[in-house]
């Protein structure tokens, strides 16, 4: 899923269709400023159909007709939405097709059933090529699961016992045996199609209650028209036309913002979903841009996850390269990422391009011995690990050695000791390596007030030293899993929202406690459970993107909605005065006509068909979102209204002008 899948385009008679079917007045009452503009639009046909008048009946069709694409543009908008949505469900519908499963017996012997038959606690084995029938538990095995169908990355993943796996990925090697951890119609992928269809997409707070805002601000401008009917009756019948009293409450109610508010909810959800997360609810992309503090692990979050070697330190007496060419050698046998790295580090030092080819008998690592290396065929020992297991075989230079130690330790790092028969050579710096780029992507969640907290089981020493370099505002050192409950409960305690990730089952308790948990795809079940968003690549740091996915969904809404309530303006100076232009005690409000519409009629028509063509112009911004900038919220406000808000009123003066302008030069005003 995401960028790397091919989905095919909107198929715009489909759109088309769908959005006449959503005229259906039970599914418009869900959303109340088009449902009165469908009334309004009844309305007026209804008066078209009545007319005595061939005028009359030009001008009520043109408005009937106008207010009917309006709602049909609205209900465009939502469904075009819906349809990218069902686009990426249709894409995790075909990695859900049904597979065989070898469904194991007691005795050890499998049946082959379909995978849908698979029920909660069943036992299958998955051999080499086959695809994985069903979510569930390695109970038995290890192997590489090529999860690319789900996350679109190419790189196997081990899988070992008590590791999650999902249906539909396939096992590349080795055999395993899994326990189904599921019924049917409750995997994994079911649930992730039924949470990126838009069609099923539950209203977010906010959005509830900005929807209820406009509810009754549509309800203050209907009392508005219907007590003006009587007053303007007061001053000449011409002036209170039904069909111009409809397109003036249809113009001033927030109908920009009803027509694409739904659009804007479902994109945000289709916005996470392209970043290979999947929300459980629309409520968590929603809190998701309200965080104002993120809880991040260190290891393989911050940090790579692995140490690194990343300096030589000799004693006296030996020289760099002395050293470099000793760990070189004693590491070649050495597959860890750290041993690699030693190589890696030791080449680039020695300025060579690949290492030499050695004789002799590697000697692994144990946790006895504490040491690894090679015993040469020369009759050469080389060891290298623990500094105190180095000092045992090698004890010269012990003050120089444990000093040097030292003060690898008191800078965050990894001591490792390198002897060559019995004589020690130095110190190896192993560094967990904070991730390129990360420093500057905490400054910007500073810069929209955002707090982040390091927590990590390291030593203080460490764990302040990898705050630094990365940057982050705060750190919790040698913490433990209910460390992080009490951090996000006393957070909560303080008003403020919560986000944190995590992959095991020690982190469900946190996970379900965070106002946003992001859980790994790899991680376990209960993880997977307790958060309420996953990430299919299991990237830590993605949490980063899913708050500015979330700041962005808030920033377009807030941005249409001022855009929205600030083009009524221009609405309001075309319509009224168009109102009572030929009331001859009310010449005074033609100073309003600031446009210079041509005529009473042609103002209304104009001002209408600029109502119904900016819904389609402004579906972009909305199902793109608005552009986003990391910044305090008192600066993205004034930005907001500066840019949408004048803008709002600008362009329909324009606009509306041009209408006016093109309907007189084609005899409709």
């Not at 130690?405 to 965050?412: C, D, N, P, S």
């Not at 929202?497 to 992959?503: K, P, R």
């Not at 790994?520 to 899913?546: F, Q, R, Y």
């Not at 708050?547 to 249409?560: F, N, P």
Request: glycine share 8%; aromatic share 4%.
């Amino acid at each position: 899923m995401g960028d790397r899948v091919s989905m095919r385009g909107p198929n715009w008679i489909e759109l088309v269709g769908e959005s006449f079917k959503k005229l259906n007045p039970l599914a418009m009452v869900r959303n109340p400023v088009m449902f009165v503009v469908e009334i309004g639009t009844a309305v007026v046909v209804w008066l078209t159909v009545r007319a005595h008048h061939a005028q009359s009946r030009q001008y009520d069709l043109w408005v009937s007709v106008i207010l009917f694409f309006t709602i049909l543009f609205a209900n465009f908008a939502e469904a075009y939405a819906e349809a990218r949505g069902r686009a990426q469900a249709d894409f995790l519908r075909r990695t859900k097709s049904s597979t065989q499963a070898k469904l194991l017996r007691p005795d050890g012997t499998y049946t082959v059933v379909e995978s849908h038959q698979l029920t909660r606690g069943a036992r299958v084995l998955v051999e080499m090529g086959d695809l994985i029938p069903g979510d569930g538990v390695v109970v038995e095995g290890v192997g590489s699961v090529d999860e690319s169908a789900i996350t679109g990355e190419s790189a196997p993943v081990v899988k070992a016992v008590e590791d999650s796996v999902t249906g539909g990925t396939r096992l590349l090697s080795d055999r395993l045996v899994v326990e189904i951890t599921v019924n049917p119609g409750e995997t994994f992928l079911d649930r992730m199609i039924a949470l990126v269809e838009g069609a099923q997409r539950q209203k977010t707070p906010n959005e509830v209650a900005l929807s209820a805002l406009l509810g009754v601000l549509t309800l203050i401008f209907v009392l508005v028209v219907v007590t003006l009917v009587p007053i303007a009756r007061y001053f000449g019948p011409r002036s209170t036309e039904l069909a111009t009293m409809v397109a003036l409450l249809v113009c001033l109610i927030p109908t920009t913002i009803g027509a694409l508010l739904s659009a804007i909810g479902i994109a945000g959800m289709n916005r996470v979903a392209l970043i290979n997360v999947v929300a459980k609810s629309g409520r968590a992309v929603e809190a998701a841009g309200d965080i104002d503090t993120i809880i991040l692990d260190k290891t393989g979050t911050i940090t790579i996850g692995n140490r690194m070697a990343t300096e030589f330190l000799p004693v006296s007496g030996v020289s760099e390269a002395e050293l470099a060419e000793a760990a070189l050698i004693a590491s070649l046998a050495d597959t860890t990422p750290e041993g690699r790295s030693v190589v890696e580090l030791a080449l680039k030092v020695l300025r060579r391009e690949r290492p030499p080819e050695v004789a002799g008998e590697p000697v692994p690592f144990s946790a006895h011995t504490r040491l690894s290396g090679i015993d040469l065929k020369d009759g050469r020992s080389l060891r290298k690990g623990a500094v105190s297991a180095i000092l045992a075989i090698a004890p010269d230079h012990r003050e120089e050695m444990e000093r040097l130690a030292e003060a690898v330790a008191r800078e965050g790092g990894t001591p490792l000791g390198v002897e060559a028969d019995g004589h020690t050579l130095g110190v190896i710096r192993l560094k967990d390596i904070v991730k390129p780029g990360l420093r500057e992507r905490f400054a910007q969640l500073r810069a929209m007030g955002i707090r982040t907290v390091m927590a990590t089981g390291d030593n203080r020493i460490t764990a302040e030293v990898i705050a630094r370099e990365a940057g982050v505002d705060d750190f919790i050192a040698e913490a433990k899993p209910e460390d992080k409950i009490i951090l996000i409960r006393q957070e909560q305690a303080g008003g403020k929202l919560v986000a944190m990730t995590g992959d095991g089952t020690n982190d469900a308790p946190a996970l379900a406690q965070a106002d946003v948990g992001l859980a790994m795809n790899s991680g376990t079940m209960a993880a997977k459970e307790a958060g309420n968003m996953i990430d299919l690549e299991s990237n830590p740091t993605k949490l980063l993107d899913v708050v500015m996915v979330g700041k962005q969904l808030l920033i377009t809404r807030g941005a249409l909605t001022t855009f929205s309530i600030a083009n009524d303006v221009a609405k309001y100076f075309a319509i009224i005065p168009a109102m009572f232009a030929t009331v001859p005690t009310l010449r005074g409000l033609r100073h309003l006509n600031v446009m210079h519409l041509s005529t009473p009629h042609g103002a209304v028509l104009s001002a209408l068909i600029f109502n119904a063509l900016i819904i389609p112009a402004l579906i972009p911004f909305a199902i793109r979102g608005v552009q986003y900038r990391a910044e305090p919220a008192d600066r993205m406000l004034a930005r907001n209204i500066l840019h949408w808000g004048v803008l709002g009123v600008i362009i329909p003066f324009i606009g509306i002008w041009a209408i006016d302008r093109a309907l007189g030069w084609l005899g409709l005003g």
